[in-house]
Antibody
């Protein structure tokens, strides 16, 4: 059974940093591209970032480009999201998602339960 | 960037009703569209991908159609467990985008 377990969320002050992790199990982690999607309270889904299976290619939403960095450690089956210069607009539940193989032209077929990031003074 | 719109944004329906949700893209995305279902407090769940392919384990009352810029998600006979919010997503090109969602509520 595929499992994706996010961690690292919490309360952070504006301008601060946070690193999210997503531990994958039940599948061959290094065969799949991965993504982060967030959802602000009471709002819709927003794609944040994707990374290829070997980590060579990364993609970002304009709203986080230059502030967030996605990476992965395939030896530990872990996806990471380093978030810097956080603002109130980054407050959301952050989901990691496993792509069917690639994300582009395919889908986000499995999702974690999400981790809440709250940016507030 | 590709923008997605969904209609309606909210619909009220009864058990057994046929329900259709429309998603429109601001430019041609071929068939690279997925549909997700989300219930309150839960992660989204993939229903349909490449516009019309049913994800494994998803009931056959769900179906998708369309290509280019106009797509539909149809629930042939609404069941109690189908009351949720539905999102479309384009995966044709980065940056990916989601539609604003359609909330399906009980009449």
């Amino acid at each position: 059974e595929v499992q994706l377990l996010e961690s690292g969320g919490g309360l952070v002050h504006p301008g601060g940093s946070l690193r999210l992790s997503c531990a994958g199990s039940g599948f061959t982690f290094n065969w799949h591209s991965m993504s982060w999607v967030r959802q602000a309270p009471g709002m819709g889904l927003e794609w944040v970032s994707s990374i290829s299976s070997n980590g060579d290619h990364t993609y970002y939403a304009e709203s986080v480009k230059g502030r967030f960095t996605v990476s992965r450690d395939n030896s530990k089956n872990t996806l990471l999201l380093q978030m810097n210069s956080l603002g109130a607009e980054d407050t959301a539940v952050y989901y990691c998602a496993k792509c069917r193989h690639n994300c582009q032209k395919e889908n986000l077929e499995d999702w974690g339960q999400g981790t809440l990031v709250t940016v507030s003074s | 960037d590709i923008q997605l719109t969904q209609s309606p944004s909210f619909l009220s329906a009864s058990i057994g009703d046929r329900v259709t949700i429309t998603c429109r893209a601001s430019q041609d995305i071929s068939s690279y569209l997925a549909w997700y279902q989300q219930k309150p407090g839960k992660a989204p769940k993939l229903l349909i991908y490449i516009a019309s392919t049913l994800q494994s384990g998803v009931p056959s009352r769900f179906s998708g159609s369309g290509s280019g810029t106009e797509f539909t998600l149809t629930i042939s006979s609404l069941q109690p467990e189908d009351f949720a919010t539905y999102y479309c997503q384009q995966l044709s090109s980065y940056p990916f985008s989601f539609g604003p969602g359609t909330k399906v509520d009980i009449k």
